[in-house]
């Protein structure tokens, strides 16, 4: 069986891959999509995303995608969007070596798709200061400084916990830029409060450039407080425990059904393949997505899973419905 992942290598060493993208069936090609999202998403997590977090000072996000925290899984799902675009549109030569093509590619795309995101927001593609604002702010280094950050701020989609303003980055922020060390975030508030006070004094720019943008963050959700016994409750979750579980295991085992057409691909046997692939992918977790849990209430267990791949029996269910899933093998 020819693999999807192996169906995108050999039209992008013909030349072929952009044209045949945009020229076939969507079942064909959400096949060659899922083929080419295989190669692309190791590329962008190794030669960019690793880096940014190393950046930020995330060891345990630059260590695995699995260890990615949600606001910092958005912005890698984000760029493997934006570099699986690139590709599919813009590999229109013959490309030998696809990963290095790929890994040329990836600043200029992910930073084209990234202003185009600030564009459909409202929010300036380009955050600069604009020269009224800085007379406005008496040209200070530091609340012009925070002026940019403010204009970059409203343009994303994150949200700073239960606050508008991620006042906790930006005191550490001014403590490098002004070297003030007394400063807290109440000071920094107010600094906010001053740069949105010179901000408004153009009224259109401001409504086109800070409400707007502002206005389709989503909301920050605060815990609720018991007056009586003085406990916070924690936020409310956007889902019941089962249906994270079920989120789960569905991204689980998109990714298992991936691997297996890989190995598939390279002439491993079905049960081979799914023996190795379902061991790994269902076994071979952190256990970060159970730790809000009580003990026992979480998803099946290792143990669990190392005892199913025991059984032949399951191990060609498993087999067939992959299979099923994955169809016949491309021509």
């Known amino acids: 069986m020819t693999g999807s992942a ?5 039209l992008a060493r013909h030349g072929d891959l952009a044209v045949r993208a945009y020229d076939i069936d969507v079942g064909q090609r959400a096949r060659l999509t899922a083929g080419a999202y295989d190669i692309v998403w190791p590329v962008v997590f190794e030669r960019h995303t690793r880096g940014l977090e190393l950046r930020r000072r995330h060891p345990a996000c630059a260590a695995s995608v699995r260890g990615l925290r949600p606001e910092c899984l958005d912005r890698f799902q984000d760029d493997v969007e934006a570099v699986l675009d ?5 590999a229109k030569v013959p490309i030998r070596n696809l990963e290095g093509w790929i890994a040329r590619r990836i600043t200029a795309a992910t930073v084209d798709a ?18 009224w604002l800085g007379r406005a702010l008496g040209d200070d280094p530091w609340l012009t400084r925070l002026a940019v950050e403010l204009l970059v701020w409203v343009g994303v989609p994150a949200t700073a916990g239960a606050g508008l303003w991620p006042l906790a980055a930006w005191t550490g922020l001014r403590l490098a830029v002004t070297g003030d060390r007394t400063a807290g975030e109440a000071l920094v508030g107010r600094d906010v409060e001053t740069v949105l006070r010179a901000m408004r004094q153009s009224a259109v720019w401001y409504a086109n450039f800070v409400e707007r943008p502002l206005g389709r963050k989503q909301a920050p959700v605060t815990a609720a407080q018991h007056p009586a016994a003085g406990i916070e409750d924690d936020a409310l979750p956007l889902a019941d425990a089962h249906e994270r579980d079920d989120a789960h295991l569905r991204a689980l085992a998109g990714e298992a059904v991936r691997a297996i057409e890989g190995r598939l691909g390279r002439g491993e046997s079905p049960a081979d393949a799914v023996r190795t692939v379902v061991g790994r992918v269902f076994a071979g977790g952190t256990g970060t997505e159970a730790i809000d849990r009580i003990p026992g209430r979480g998803p099946a267990p290792d143990e669990q899973v190392t005892a199913l791949l025991a059984d032949a029996a399951v191990i060609a269910r498993i087999a067939g419905a992959v299979l099923d899933i994955l169809g016949p093998p491309a021509e």
Do not use: F, I, K, S
């Not at 192996?6 to 050999?10: G, K, M, N, Y």
């Not at 690139?86 to 813009?90: G, P, V």
């Open 6 to 10: 192996d169906l995108v290598r050999d």
């Open 86 to 90: 690139d590709l599919l549109h813009n």
């Open 114 to 131: 990234h202003r185009r995101r600030r564009g459909a927001r409202g929010a300036l593609q380009r955050p600069r200061l604009p020269q």
